[in-house]
């Protein structure tokens, strides 16, 4: 097991679901923070799933190869993963909360006071 390649990999897979977090939950504000027309605010939720599927992707691969590879150097055995894969169990814990909170939090209208009526 090559543990630098996995390394890499799994820091790649934390890039992924970082960047698709981003482009779900905050892209308004960012929108908002940069001054971007609505076309733009689209083309960067596209360009964010673009982007974490293209980390993905590359992150699987990096990971599988780094498993299957024999081990390197003497060097690279003391390489650490914990730390990687406790970042990357952080940004999915912190996905998997903001989406539970989203579905949970959906917005309903207000209730109507007493003589206020409904216009369509």
């Not at 960047?19 to 504000?29: D, G, K, M, N, Y």
């Not at 940069?34 to 083309?43: Q, R």
């Not at 360009?47 to 691969?61: K, Q, T, Y």
């Not at 940004?91 to 216009?119: M, Q």
Request: proline letters at 6%; glycine letters at 14%; hydrophobic letters at 50%.
């Amino acid at each position: 097991m090559r543990r630098r390649t996995l390394r890499v990999g799994i820091y790649a897979l934390s890039l992924a679901v970082a960047l698709v977090t981003v482009a779900t939950f905050f892209h308004e504000q960012i929108a908002g923070g940069f001054g971007l027309s609505p076309s733009a605010a689209g083309l960067f939720v596209s360009l964010g799933f673009l982007g974490g599927g293209i980390a993905g992707g590359c992150g699987v691969v990096l990971a599988v190869t780094g498993l299957f590879l024999r081990a390197g150097p003497v060097r690279e055995r003391s390489c650490r993963i914990a730390p990687s894969l406790v970042i990357l169990c952080a940004v999915t814990f912190i996905f998997i909360l903001l989406l539970v909170a989203h579905f949970r939090g959906a917005e309903s209208p207000p209730p109507l006071r007493p003589g206020e009526t409904i216009t369509m």
